[in-house]
């Protein structure tokens, strides 16, 4: 699955024409540091005060029951857990805080391209559309397949 998401994500920076590196560190996770001065992404050689980084985390799935409620429970299902129980899947952004880069954009433009099933949280207070001005995108939502789904009461 790491492998998957690494793709997508490689290929939404790529479409947005972000100078980048990408850096395997374990079965698990893969780091994407991107560089470009005109962000206020500079390299994490210069310093991490104006570092931009892109930490993907993915855990293999396991085989579980299925809940009751699904089908009656009669399928096998998959599960994405933590052995450690605070460190769970996620697409973490350490991006400077001068830096103008559009998080909303990533995350879109990741889900396109990764499989139907796979669904993305993207908090208001973790996506910026513009973090040096302080704009976020104001509203939590699920994407999937480039589609934004918001939350109505």
């Known amino acids: 699955m790491i492998d998957i998401v690494s793709q997508s994500l490689n290929e939404s920076l ?15 996770g893969t780091s994407f540091f991107i560089e ?34 699904v089908n009656n ?3 096998e299902s998959w599960a994405f857990t933590s052995s450690h129980g605070f ?29 139907s099933w796979v669904f993305i949280y993207s908090s208001p207070n973790d996506t910026y559309i513009d973090r040096s001005k302080k704009k976020n995108s104001m509203y939590p939502m699920i994407l999937s397949k480039g589609n934004a789904y918001y939350f109505v009461k």
């Open 14 to 28: 790529n479409k947005q024409n972000l100078k980048f590196s990408k850096t395997r560190k374990s079965e698990k």
């Open 36 to 69: 470009d001065s005109n962000l206020n992404c500079e390299s994490i050689d210069q310093g991490s005060a104006k570092a931009c980084v892109i930490y993907l985390n993915i855990f293999k799935p396991s085989k579980t029951s299925t809940p009751e409620f």
């Open 73 to 75: 429970g009669e399928k």
């Open 87 to 115: 460190y769970y899947n996620a697409m973490k952004m350490e991006i400077s805080r001068t830096s103008s880069i559009n998080t909303l954009d990533v995350v879109q433009n990741t889900s396109v391209t990764l499989p």
